[in-house]
Each structure stands twice: as structure tokens, then as C-alpha cells.
């Protein structure tokens, strides 16, 4: 027997059981019982070149950032969720951290899923807020990926996401998967090497307004094409640089403040783990993601007015994109050129440059876009500021377009 005690609950009677099994719900606003949950809080460091961080110290400045933004205190925090580090590859970072930061949390847990990792730790934190197991979820992330290990380390560690037998021994790179990707979604669409390239040149027209970006000295369609081959077709200017830096949010049961930003739909999809598994590398589990948190159902496409999608490569981008029918199948690049994704667009997209200019730290590289977006979402982005941000969606893949993590956001007044 299904019995409703309130707008927010529904509680099942099982037989036999004289305790009830109760679903907490959050009341919405509008009447419609749904899952939801507060972004309260966030916080960001600066990308880049930041000597002397450490992972711990990065992830401690943003979360110190992200308990102000919020109004809370370390002892009102009773969830932590963390992602990784290759800097600190602990088998326990979110405890770790825990001691470390001085919180002694009701839950913790440490998550890995490549680059979709900072949306999957949020969706986790959302979950758990939702269904009432937790008021305070502190999510972050952080990593000295730049100073605190050698490129070759680097690239070796990030490799490992191939397969062990069929795909490492070989030698590829990141880079090396993206570009064979490339290769194949550029002869099925006719996208263009001067389509990717407007894609990072828009990347870094956001960032030269955003103070903490890695990369703030504007770039052209010729500059990208001219600079240093990584693995063709891909450029060096068509990859995100390596960062220090780090990223935090809060996830609450309710507000804590002015701040009226919830999380409305979450959804993941993933279709293989290596390239030579993959059924296709010209189409992935992107619009999969998106339908599951609702895209199409509970939030039309047409009503969404502002963009955060990862952005790897161009060509991560230009695909997310298309996939999440922003674009048209082979035209990411036409928009970029027409204004479409700038901050006086129509769809406006990674005001902060994205992970190709604000750069990329790792788990911390994909909650930067999350970061935006509340401060999007709350009026807070100063000379970025767009004119509606009222209802968002985000996107992160992680691995070679193998795992993907969507989340809606909505702004309530």
C-alpha cells in the first residue's frame, strides 16, 4: 500500500513490515513531486602554474571557498565525495581528505570515472540529498597535474585507459584515440579542421574574461591550424593543457542562502571502455545521458538557455554537441563561427573558456564548468554575466567518449 504522508514523502507498507519504507521527495515549488536537490555553494581556484600546491592543498582551497559560498560551517558538512588524483593515487583520498580538511562525515566515498568524473561525483551527491540520506554534501576535487609529476608520467598514467593487451602495448596516446575519432566523425560529417579550430578560439574569447584561466591571450582560426601537430588531425591548440588547480561545490537538501540553484534531472550512459570495443566511433552514448535526466521529457530542449559541455578536445565538443542536438550533425563549428554558443548568443556555452582555456586539472577540470554555471545561475559571473541562464545543461564524458554524465540545472527564485 502506497500512502502519502505529506507533499514530500510517499512511504510502501510492506507485508509483513510495520515500519514503512519511505522515499523522501523534495517538495518542488511549482507542485510537480521530483527528485531535487541545492547547488548552495561553489568554489574554484585559478588553473594553471600554481607552485608549491598540492593536491591537498588545491582541493582544500576550493572547498574552503565553496563552505563560504554556501554559509556553512566544516561541522554541518555530513557527505564527502571526492574524485581522484594521479598526483596522490591513494586508495582512500576521500578520507584523506576528510582528515586532512578536519570533517568527520556522516558518509564518504571516492569516485573514478575519467573526465565524467566531476559530474558523477555531483549526480552521487544529488542522489543521496534527494533521497534524505544527507542534508551537506561537500564535493571536490583537485590536483597538481602540472608541477607535480614529469609529462611523461603524465601521459603514461593517462594512457592506461586503453586496453591492456589490444590498444597500450601499441603506444597510443589520449590525443591518439581523440584523433582517430576525428578522423572518422570528420570523413562521415564533412566537419572541417577550420570548424574545430572556431570551437578553440571561442574557448579562448570566454577566457579572456575570467582572471583564473590557464589561457587568456586570444588565438585565431590561423593560429590553430598553425600550431604543432599531436595527433593528426588534432592540433596542439585543439587539446586542453595540462593544469594545476582545483574545484569544489555543495550539494544540499535545501537552500542555505540567496543561491537558488537545484539540480532537477541527472542521467549516465556508457557504451564501452576501450576504442577497440567500441561499436562506433562515430556516435556514442550522449543523447542516451541526456534522455535518461530528462532532456526532451521533463525539460524541453527548446527551453534551455545556457551550455556547460566538456570539452577535452574541439572534437569532444563538436560531438557533444551534435549529440545533444545543440548543433546539427557537422555544424558545432558554423555556430561557433555565427555566435551561437558566445556570451550574447543564443545558446551561450563554458563562459570561463572551458577545459581548452580555463584548462584542465583533472576531476577539478569538469566541476570548473559547474562552478560557472551556478555563478551564471545566480547572476554572479561579472563581465561574463549572459542575459538568461535560468535553466542549464551540463555535460562530461569520460574516456574516449565511453562514459557520460548529464545533469539539468534550474534557477529558482
Known amino acids: 500500500m502506497l500512502v502519502a504522508l505529506r ?4 512511504c510502501l507498507t510492506l507485508p509483513g513490515n510495520r515500519l514503512p519504507y519511505c522515499i523522501l521527495r523534495a517538495a518542488d515549488p511549482a507542485g510537480e513531486g521530483r527528485e531535487l536537490s541545492w547547488i548552495t555553494g561553489v568554489g574554484l581556484t585559478p588553473f594553471g602554474r600554481l607552485e608549491g600546491r598540492t593536491t591537498l592543498d588545491l582541493m582544500s582551497d576550493a572547498a574552503s571557498a565553496a563552505l563560504a559560498d554556501a554559509g556553512l560551517r566544516r561541522d554541518e558538512v555530513d557527505g564527502l565525495i571526492t574524485g581522484y588524483s594521479t598526483t596522490l593515487p591513494h586508495l582512500m583520498l576521500s578520507t584523506v581528505f576528510a582528515e586532512h580538511f578536519g570533517l568527520t562525515p556522516h558518509y564518504a566515498h571516492g569516485v573514478q570515472l575519467g573526465g565524467a568524473t566531476g559530474f558523477a561525483t ?17 564535493v571536490v576535487a583537485g590536483e597538481n597535474r602540472m608541477t607535480g609529476q614529469s609529462r611523461d608520467a603524465a601521459i603514461q598514467t593517462l594512457a592506461q585507459v586503453g586496453h591492456p593487451r589490444y590498444e597500450v602495448p601499441l603506444g597510443p596516446t589520449i590525443p591518439a584515440y581523440y584523433g582517430l575519432v576525428a578522423s572518422r566523425y570528420m570523413h562521415e560529417t564533412g566537419t572541417t579542421a577550420e570548424d574545430l579550430a572556431e570551437l578553440a578560439v571561442l574557448m579562448r574569447s570566454h577566457a579572456a574574461l575570467h582572471p583564473g584561466a590557464q589561457f587568456r591571450e586570444p588565438i585565431s582560426v590561423a593560429d590553430v591550424l ?16 595540462v593544469s594545476d588547480g582545483g574545484a569544489a561545490v555543495v550539494v544540499s537538501r535545501d537552500r542555505t542562502g540567496e543561491a537558488g540553484v537545484r539540480i532537477i534531472g541527472c542521467g549516465q550512459a556508457h557504451t564501452h571502455q576501450h576504442v577497440s570495443a567500441a561499436a562506433s566511433l562515430a556516435s556514442f552514448g550522449t543523447a542516451t545521458a541526456a534522455a535518461r535526466a530528462g532532456l526532451g521529457t521533463r525539460v524541453a530542449l527548446a527551453d534551455l538557455r545556457y551550455a556547460a559541455i566538456y570539452d577535452s578536445f574541439t572534437i569532444t565538443l563538436a560531438i557533444l ?7 546539427p550533425r557537422g555544424g558545432a563549428g558554423a555556430l561557433a563561427r555565427d555566435g551561437h554558443f558566445g556570451r550574447d548568443g543564443a545558446m551561450p556555452l563554458n563562459t570561463h573558456g572551458g577545459l581548452l582555456s580555463y584548462g584542465q586539472c583533472g576531476v577539478g577540470g569538469a566541476m570548473a564548468h559547474l562552478v560557472e554555471t551556478q555563478l551564471q545561475m545566480t547572476g554572479r559571473a561579472g563581465p561574463r554575466q549572459v542575459r538568461d541562464a535560468s535553466l542549464a545543461l551540463l555535460h562530461g564524458d569520460g574516456g574516449v567518449l565511453s562514459s557520460h554524465v548529464t545533469l539539468l540545472l534550474e534557477q529558482a527564485r
Not at 598553425?226 to 593543457?241: E, F, N, T, V
Open 7 to 10: 507533499h514530500a514523502k510517499w
Open 122 to 138: 555531483v549526480m552521487l551527491a544529488h542522489e543521496l540529498v534527494a533521497a534524505g540520506r544527507l542534508r551537506h554534501v561537500l
Open 226 to 241: 598553425g600550431s604543432k601537430p599531436i595527433a593528426a588531425p588534432l592540433r596542439i591548440l585543439d587539446c586542453c593543457p
Open 321 to 327: 554537441l551534435e549529440e545533444l542536438s545543440l548543433a
